[in-house]
T-cell receptor
C-alpha cells in the first residue's frame, strides 16, 4: 500500500524566513514523488517532481529514500508563496499511474 | 479551448439521488482520472480511464462509475448518494505516455448531499 504523510496541517512563517514543508511516504517499490500547490481560488497545479531535480519558484525538494522523505524547502519565503501544498506519490508501475496525496499543509507567509 | 474544464461548478443533491459530473479534457490528452477531495483532506483517487476503458480504480464502491468518450471527455456518475459523498470532485487529464508527470487538473465540481 502507498501512503503519504504531511505532519503539519498549518505552517506560518514570516517573509524572508526559511520554510520547510515535511512529507514522508510509505511505498515498497521505487516511487515517483511530486509537490502540488493550490493558490487561493486556483486549481491544483504541479510545483515540482523529484525526477527533475529542479528548482521552481525557489523551491527545491530532495528525495531521501533512507528516511522515505521528500521535504519541500525554500530559503527565503515570499508572501505569494502562501498556499495549500500537497505532497503526492505515484507507484509508476504499468499504465495506472494514480497519485496518492497527503492531506496537505497550509502555508501562510506573513509580511 | 485549452485546459481541463468541469461542469457544473456547484451542485446540491438529496441523499439517494443520482448525479453526473462532466469533464472536458485538455486537447490531445487521452487519459482521464477522477479524484474525490473531502473537506480537509487531500484528493483521493477514484478511477482512471484510457481509450474509453477503466484501467485503474481506487477504494470506491461500484455506485461510483465513469465513462470516457471518443473525444476524451468524461463523466463521473454516482448512484444512491450518501451524505459522505459531499466533496470536491476533481478531474485530471494527461497523456498516457507522460505517466504521472503530465496531469492537468480541472477546478472541480463541489457536490453537496443533503
Amino acid at each position: 500500500a502507498q501512503r503519504v504523510t504531511q505532519p503539519e496541517k498549518l505552517l506560518s512563517v514570516f517573509k524572508g524566513a526559511p520554510v520547510e514543508l515535511k512529507c514522508n511516504y510509505s511505498y515498497s517499490g521505487s516511487p515517483e514523488l511530486f509537490w502540488y500547490v493550490q493558490y487561493s481560488r486556483q486549481r491544483l497545479q504541479l510545483l515540482l517532481r523529484h525526477i527533475s531535480r529542479e528548482s521552481i519558484k525557489g523551491f527545491t525538494a530532495d528525495l531521501n529514500k533512507g528516511e522515505t522523505s521528500f521535504h519541500l524547502k525554500k530559503p527565503f519565503a515570499q508572501e505569494e508563496d502562501s498556499a495549500m501544498y500537497y505532497c503526492a506519490l505515484s507507484g509508476g508501475g504499468g499504465s495506472n499511474y494514480k497519485l496518492t496525496f497527503g492531506k496537505g499543509t497550509l502555508l501562510t507567509v506573513n509580511p | 479551448e485549452t485546459g481541463v474544464t468541469q461542469s457544473p461548478t456547484h451542485l446540491i443533491k438529496t441523499r439517494g439521488q443520482q448525479v453526473t459530473l462532466r469533464c472536458s479534457s485538455q486537447s490531445g490528452h487521452n487519459t482521464v482520472s477522477w479524484y474525490q477531495q473531502a473537506l480537509g483532506q487531500g484528493p483521493q483517487f477514484i478511477f482512471q480511464y484510457y481509450r474509453e476503458e477503466e484501467n485503474g480504480r481506487g477504494n470506491f464502491p461500484p455506485r461510483f462509475s465513469g465513462l470516457q468518450f471518443p473525444n476524451y471527455s468524461s463523466e463521473l456518475n454516482v448512484n444512491a448518494l450518501e451524505l459522505d459523498d459531499s466533496a470536491l470532485y476533481l478531474c485530471a487529464s494527461s497523456l498516457a505516455a507522460a505517466g504521472a508527470y503530465g496531469y492537468t487538473f480541472g477546478s472541480g465540481t463541489r457536490l453537496t448531499v443533503v
